[in-house]
């Protein structure tokens, strides 16, 4: 069984940091790209990061040089470094585990999100 938990949500003040972790068992961790999206009320999930298991990273424009995202495949484990965060930075944040099997067939497992909410 395939399980996705994130932790490490929270409020923080505008110019706050957090760290998310998401801890994934059930999977081939290192072989999967992992990733952190997030949905803010009324809008489409989006994605902020991803990660492939050599550590190459992606990242949303908006999160650029505020944002660190990053891998322990020794235990199984993605961060989401949030440093200057902003109050448009609230939503629910979602790991994300993606492995494609062959090219058009792919594995894809979500967390079930933590909570993000930036407000003074």
């Known amino acids: 069984q395939v399980q996705l938990v994130e932790s490490g949500g929270g409020l923080v003040q505008p110019g706050g940091s957090l760290r998310l972790s998401c801890a994934a068992s059930?999977?081939?961790?290192?072989?999967?790209?992992m990733g952190w999206y997030r949905q803010a009320p009324g809008k489409q999930r989006e994605l902020v990061a991803t990660?492939?298991?050599?550590?190459?990273?992606n990242y949303a424009n908006s999160v650029k040089g505020r944002f660190t995202i990053s891998r322990d495949n020794a235990n199984n484990t993605v961060y989401l470094q949030m440093n200057s965060l902003k109050p448009e930075d609230t939503a629910v944040y979602y790991c994300?585990?993606?492995?494609?099997?062959?090219?058009?067939?792919?594995?894809?497992?979500w967390g079930q999100g933590t909570q993000v909410t930036v407000s003074s």
């Open positions: 994300n585990a993606l492995y494609n099997v062959i090219p058009g067939a792919k594995r894809v497992y």
């Open positions: 059930g999977i081939t961790f290192k072989i999967y790209v």
């Open positions: 990660i492939t298991g050599g550590g190459n990273t």
